[in-house]
C-alpha cells in the first residue's frame, strides 16, 4: 500500500474481501466477516462495524465480541458524524478530534487511537453533482431525499502508525460492497423472517389453545437456535431447524383443547405415536417444501423418535434420523420436563430438567447433542417475545384512570427496552394491569407509548423495577 493510492496488491486484496463478502447470507454473518476483511485489508488493530436500525432509527453494534451493545443516533460521536455527513471521519487520536465519544469510538484495546470511521451508504443513492476537492470524496446524496447510511465501518490502529488517504480509498470500496451485500442479506433476512413469523402465527394460535403452552413455539425456536449456533450448523440447516421448531407441532390443530405445552404424551411415556404426531405427519405430508427446507418434513416426522431406536413408531435404525430431528427431541424433551414440573405446581425446575436430559443421553437422546445443550447453556434463553435493548435513558411516566385521565407521574429511568414493553425504576410498586403513559428520550429521538403494568420486581438498590407491556407507540409529536 503506498500513499499515492492502492497498489495491484492492495486492489487484489480487495477483490478477494468482496468475494468473501458476497458470500454471506445472514446479516451477522455479514457483520463478522466486514470486520474481518476491513481489519485484514488495512492492517488494522481493530475494526467494529455498526448498523443503522429502522426501527429505533439509530445505530447499533458492539465493540467486541461478547461485548454490550452500543447504541447511538447519527450526528454522535466521530462513527454518528460520518454517518449524517455522508463522508468518512480520519484522525490521528480519536481522543482529540471534536465529537468524540468513548462508547461509541474506542476500540477495547486503548492503545489504538487512530481512526477512521467510513460510512456504508445506500446503494440508491448516488454521486453529487456538485465538484468536491480531491482529497474529499464526494458526498452521497439520493435524488429528492437526504442521504442515509446503512451503517458505518470504524477502525482504529496505534497512534504512530495513523491511516492514510489510501487506506481510506480501499475502506470507501470494500464499503461500496459491503452496501450493496448488505441490502441483498436483508432482503434474504427479511423472506426468512416472513416465512418464520407466517409458521410462528400459526404456532401461537395452536399455543393460545391452553394456558400452558403459551409461548411454547417460540421457546422451542429459540432452544433451537442456540443449539444449531452450538453445533455448528450451517446457515441452510439452522434456518430448517427454526422452520421445523415452529411447525413441528402442528398437528395439535386437529386436538381438543386442553393445558399442557405438547397438548399430549410425553417426551418418554410411550413407544406408539401419538395423535398429534400423526395429524402432524398427516398435515406436512400435504405441502411442497422448497430444497432448502428439504429436511423440515422428515424432521417433523421423526422427532418423536430416540436414538436408541424407540419412541413414537420408529424403525430401529436410529443412524438414519436427521441430525436436526434429533435436535428436536432435545429440546422438545427438556421443553416437557420443565411442563411437569409446573403442572406439579412448582417453579419450572431447570436443573431437574436438565438432570433427565443427561440421565437419557445415549439411550433417548444423542448424547453429544446433549452435552452441547447442557455446556453452552442453550436452555438459558431470553423468554420475552421481543429481545431487550438494555437502554438507561429517561423516561416520564404518567399514571391513568381507565378513562385515560392522569391521576399522578414521575421522572424516572428506564432499565431496558423492547417493541413490546419497558422496565422502569420506581419508588414504590404499582398494582399490575395499571394504565401508563410514557415519554421516552431515546438518542434518535423521543417517543410515546400508553401502556399496561405486567409485572412488578424489586430493586437492585432501592425501590421496585416494574416492566409494563405496550397496548401503543409511537413517535412524540
Known sequence: MTNDGPSVADLQALSASAARIGECRRVDALVNTLATEARALLAAGHVQVYLH????????????????????????????????????????????????????????????TAVLAYPIGDPKDRLSAAPTPPEQPPRLRRPGAQAGALGVIEAFSPSLRPFTGTHEKLLGMLAEHASVALVRV???????????????????????????????AQRMRAYCRRLAEAAGLDEAARYALEVAAV??????????????????????????????????????????????????????????????????????????????????????????????????GGPPDVRGSLARLEEGAGKLFDDELVKLFVDRRCYDIEHRRYPRIEY??????????????????????AVDLSEGGIMFTAEAPMPLETLLR????????????????????????????????????GSAG
Open 247 to 344: 411447525l413441528y407441532d402442528v398437528g395439535r390443530i386437529e386436538m381438543r383443547p386442553r393445558g399442557g405445552a405438547g397438548g399430549g404424551d410425553g417426551a418418554e411415556a410411550s413407544g406408539a405415536a401419538g395423535p398429534q404426531v400423526l395429524f402432524a405427519r398427516a398435515l406436512v405430508e400435504r405441502v411442497s417444501f422448497p430444497d432448502s427446507l428439504a429436511q423440515v418434513p422428515e424432521a417433523i416426522r421423526r422427532h418423536h423418535e430416540f436414538v436408541d431406536g424407540l419412541g413414537s413408531g420408529a424403525v430401529p435404525r436410529p443412524e438414519d434420523m436427521p441430525r436436526i430431528a434429533r435436535m428436536l427431541v432435545v429440546a422438545d424433551s427438556f421443553e416437557r420436563y420443565l411442563d411437569a414440573s409446573r403442572e406439579a
Open 392 to 413: 438507561e435513558i429517561p423516561v416520564e411516566v404518567q399514571v391513568l384512570d381507565e378513562d385515560g385521565a392522569a391521576t399522578g407521574g414521575f421522572a424516572t429511568l
Open 186 to 216: 436483508r432482503e434474504l433476512d427479511s423472506e426468512r423472517e416472513f416465512l418464520l413469523e407466517l409458521t410462528d402465527a400459526l404456532a401461537q394460535a395452536l399455543d393460545s389453545r391452553g394456558l400452558a403452552a403459551f409461548d411454547h
Open 53 to 112: 436500525d429502522p426501527k429505533w432509527r439509530d445505530f447499533h453494534g458492539r465493540r467486541g465480541p461478547g461485548g454490550a451493545e452500543v447504541r447511538f443516533a447519527a450526528g454522535q460521536g466521530l462513527a454518528g458524524r460520518a454517518a449524517a455527513q455522508g463522508r468518512p471521519v480520519r484522525a490521528g487520536s480519536a481522543p482529540d478530534e471534536p465529537g468524540y465519544d468513548a462508547d461509541i469510538d474506542s476500540a477495547p484495546d486503548a492503545s489504538l
Open 438 to 473: 410514557f415519554r421516552i428520550d431515546l438518542p434518535s429521538g423521543s417517543m410515546e407509548a400508553t401502556g399496561r403494568v405486567a409485572r412488578v420486581l424489586p430493586g437492585e438498590d432501592a425501590g421496585v423495577r416494574i416492566g409494563a407491556f405496550f397496548l401503543w407507540r
